[in-house]
């Protein structure tokens, strides 16, 4: 059993800006990937985010250059930063536990999510 809790989800106008959290237990964030998936209603789940244990940060062209991921291994923490963010960021955002095999990483475990909705 292992816990993963999102926070930091919410209600912002495009453009503007928002910071998700997600606490985790000590050993499957030690252990693994780190990532945030996305799924909004009618869509497939994406993965937008990643990052790996050696801070090496990955992200889906659809939020390149404005989406910031980052882990505090002190803490057991992983951040999401979202700026510019636009209608079609409105989600659920789910914190998830990856591993690597072959060309793409899969998910092992992912919290309960938080909802990002972007509109005027």
């Known amino acids: 059993q292992v816990q993963l809790v999102e926070s930091g989800g919410g209600l912002v106008q495009p453009g503007g800006s928002l910071r998700l959290s997600c606490t985790t237990s000590g050993s499957i964030f030690r252990l693994n990937t780190m990532g945030w998936n996305r799924q909004a209603p009618g869509k497939q789940r994406e993965l937008v985010a990643y990052?790996?244990?050696?801070?090496?940060?990955n992200y889906t062209d659809s939020v390149k250059g404005r989406f910031t991921i980052s882990r505090d291994n002190a803490k057991n923490t992983v951040s999401l930063q979202m700026n510019s963010l636009k209608p079609e960021d409105t989600a659920v955002y789910y914190c998830?536990?990856?591993?690597?095999?072959?060309?793409?990483?899969?998910?092992?475990?992912w919290g309960q999510g938080t909802q990002v909705t972007v509109s005027s």
């Open positions: 990052i790996t244990s050696g801070v090496s940060a």
């Open positions: 998830t536990a990856l591993i690597h095999c072959g060309l793409k990483y899969v998910p092992v475990s």
